[in-house]
């Protein structure tokens, strides 16, 4: 289980800076953003019904739980915790071949995950089965199933695998909706930390719209920022509010140790919402491609170094930097001149003079969208259309 602890943070920036202990995984390669605009919102609702003694009546809501002597807010915990925990997965992985000359490799417990429905789809943590030759989900029941693969976005650390099991079995969440959150929110995780499956933690938002980053280039953006424990084992695990309705996924904590220190971090629904059906019908996002494959970061914006001879980019006009041959005896050298290339300062009016903010303004469109690029050329600012491709 791979561990990486966080150095600071910066509160006033609204951006995490450092490095961050994601359970289970290893670090996050390069890319992020989120995917369209398009919104789309998995439809698995469902209402509960649990056993109130021998009266048999549903319980439905927390107040339900009042009879039992429980304080409001316990009764809410333990609402959500019976409304929710079933769907709830501990997720193993095993890396490497299944086995060796001398033995058998062994599982190991790598985080959690959530039912989506009753075909069988499981979200969790693309770190949570990055690498992994098999994975063996653990549902309610306490029997362990074998699961495939569907769809992964790096990107966003999101992943969708299936299992194939009775529909019976599977007792997906409700997915809520994320753009309503406020700071002081009462949230509710379910996850296996070190193993000890369907563990609930509750605690409160912290704060919203923080940026996580998962390269020196690249962040999640809108992540929910929470106080509730979450530790090795929880990544991949449902964040609830007090309704017991999907508002996050926990994928990260802020430690000097490696273990919580109240500073949780979660992808939130809406953007899960968006990127799970393209994963389930397509095994991927289908991101827009600008046609720039490489850029130098500098004070005043983005220098283009790098496009694809066939995409939007070039087709436009836009300009990288100009090679210059020199003769000198028999021999020719030849050099770069980047300071004649494009420099890319804006997208559609928004300022991108960083890396990242280029690629989230880019990715928040769809393919044939038209973008508006503002860049300097020759000393001069113009606008250019760039038409998006997959």
Not at 217 to 240: E, H, T
Request: glycine content about 10%; aromatic content about 4%.
């Amino acid at each position: 289980m791979k561990h990486i602890a966080i150095c600071f943070v910066s509160a006033a920036a609204g951006t995490i800076f450092g490095t961050w202990l994601i359970s289970g995984g290893s670090s996050l390669p390069l890319a992020a953003g989120q995917s369209g605009s398009q919104q789309s919102v998995l439809p698995v609702p469902r209402t509960a019904e649990f056993s109130n003694g021998s009266a048999g009546e549903p319980r439905t809501k927390p107040r339900a739980y009042l009879a039992d002597g429980l304080t409001p807010d316990e009764a809410t915990s333990a609402y959500v915790y019976d409304l929710a925990n079933r769907s709830v997965v501990n997720i193993a992985t095993r890396i490497g071949s299944e086995r060796t000359f001398f033995r058998q490799n062994r599982t190991e417990d790598a985080g959690s995950g959530f039912v989506l429905d009753t075909d069988g789809h499981i979200l969790t943590n693309f770190h949570v089965i990055e690498g992994a030759q098999q994975i063996l989900v653990t549902l309610y029941n306490g029997k362990s199933y074998d699961a495939e693969p569907v769809g992964v976005d790096p990107i966003n650390d999101i992943a969708v695998i299936k299992l194939d099991v009775p529909p019976e079995l599977l007792n997906p969440v409700t997915i809520g909706d994320s753009s309503g959150l406020k700071v002081g929110m009462k949230v509710l995780a379910i996850g296996n930390p070190f193993g000890l499956e369907r563990t609930m933690t509750t605690g409160i938002i912290s704060s919203l719209n923080r940026t996580l980053p998962v390269t020196r280039a690249r962040s999640i953006k809108s992540v929910i920022q929470i106080d509730a424990a979450i530790n090795p084992g929880n990544s991949g695990g449902p964040l609830l509010d007090s309704h017991g309705r999907l508002i996050g996924m926990n994928t990260a904590i802020a430690s000097q140790t490696g273990q919580s220190a109240g500073i949780g971090f979660a992808i939130p629904s809406n953007l899960i919402a968006r990127v799970i059906p393209e994963l389930i019908e397509h095994g991927r996002v289908i991101r827009p491609d600008i046609g720039i494959t490489e850029v130098l970061q500098t004070e005043h914006g983005l220098r283009i170094l790098r496009m694809d001879p066939e995409g939007p980019a070039v087709q436009v006009g836009l300009k990288g930097p100009v090679i210059r041959s020199v003769k000198r005896g028999f021999v020719v050298f030849e050099s770069e001149d980047r300071s004649a290339a494009d420099l890319i300062f804006g997208v559609n009016g928004q300022d991108t003079r960083k890396v990242d903010e280029f690629l989230s303004e880019v990715e928040s469109h769809r393919p044939g969208d038209t973008v508006v690029l503002q860049i300097i050329r020759d000393g001069k600012p113009i606008d250019v259309d760039v038409q998006l491709a997959k």
